[in-house]
């Protein structure tokens, strides 16, 4: 199975940035996708980025020139760089993977999510 462990998420003014990392860990062969969505209140869960194995990037037009996705394969973390925060941003943040087993299984897994809360 692989565990996701994401942390960075917080509190910050309008106009602030944030980093958040989301490292993965478990009998895991080789990471292909890897995204970040979020989810703020009442709202459904949305894409915000995700980043293929190669470097493929796919981002969201409403963060677009605002945030940056990047990934380090070694380490089998993803990143996500969030710069010029709007309130708008404030949402639960949740990296997803799809990951290639030891056992041969592709599956597609969820992080418990991190709050990221920005004020006016």
């Known amino acids: 199975q692989v565990q996701l462990v994401e942390s960075g998420g917080g509190l910050v003014q309008a106009g602030g940035s944030l980093r958040l990392s989301c490292a993965a860990s478990?009998?895991?062969?080789?990471?292909?996708?890897m995204g970040w969505y979020r989810q703020a209140p009442g709202k459904q869960r949305e894409l915000v980025a995700t980043i293929t194995s190669g470097g493929f990037r796919n981002v969201a037009d409403s963060v677009k020139g605002r945030f940056t996705i990047s990934r380090d394969n070694a380490k089998n973390t993803m990143y996500l760089q969030m710069n010029t925060l709007k309130p708008e941003d404030t949402a639960v943040y949740y990296c997803k993977t799809d990951s290639l087993l030891a056992d041969l299984r592709i599956v597609s897994s969820w992080g418990q999510g991190t709050q990221v809360t920005v004020s006016s």
């Open positions: 478990g009998t895991i062969v080789r990471i292909n996708a």
